[in-house]
């Protein structure tokens, strides 16, 4: 069973970046869809971005994130990245990520089988 290793998040502000990173322990990403999620205070879990694998590995991101974030995969690290530009205070959130063994990713929760914990971003205006 795959166990997933969130870090990366902090403090920044607006106009800010950052690359959260998600390590798999126990086992490898091969095969397996990745997902990242933000559930912001007072707010439901909303996925925001995913990459399949395999050689294919369509990517999928949320309106929202669309042209400022960019996900990506290193699977000789066991590790898929976000990378966050040009944040937003509406970006504030604790961001999670999700794995599924399948070659397709999806932005629905339900999705996924494993998770890890959060790491809390927060963007100051």
């Known amino acids: 069973e795959v166990q997933l290793q969130a870090s990366g998040g902090g403090l920044v502000q607006a106009g800010g970046s950052l690359r959260l990173s998600c390590a798999a322990s126990?086992?490898?990403?091969?095969?397996?869809?990745i997902g990242w999620f933000r559930e912001a205070p007072g707010k439901t879990r909303e996925g925001i971005s995913c990459?399949?694998?395999?050689?294919?590995?369509?990517?999928y991101y949320a309106e929202s994130v669309k042209g400022r974030f960019t996900i990506s995969s290193d699977y000789a690290k066991n590790t898929v990245y976000l990378q966050m530009n040009s944040l937003k205070p509406e970006d504030t959130a604790d961001y999670y990520c999700?794995?599924?063994?399948?070659?397709?990713?999806?932005?629905?929760?339900?999705?996924?089988?494993?998770w890890g914990q959060g790491t809390l971003v927060t963007v100051s205006s």
């Open positions: 126990g086992g490898t990403f091969d095969g397996y869809a």
């Open positions: 999700a794995a599924v063994l399948s070659p397709r990713c999806h932005l629905g929760r339900s999705w996924y089988d494993y």
């Open positions: 990459i399949g694998s395999g050689g294919d590995a369509t990517t």
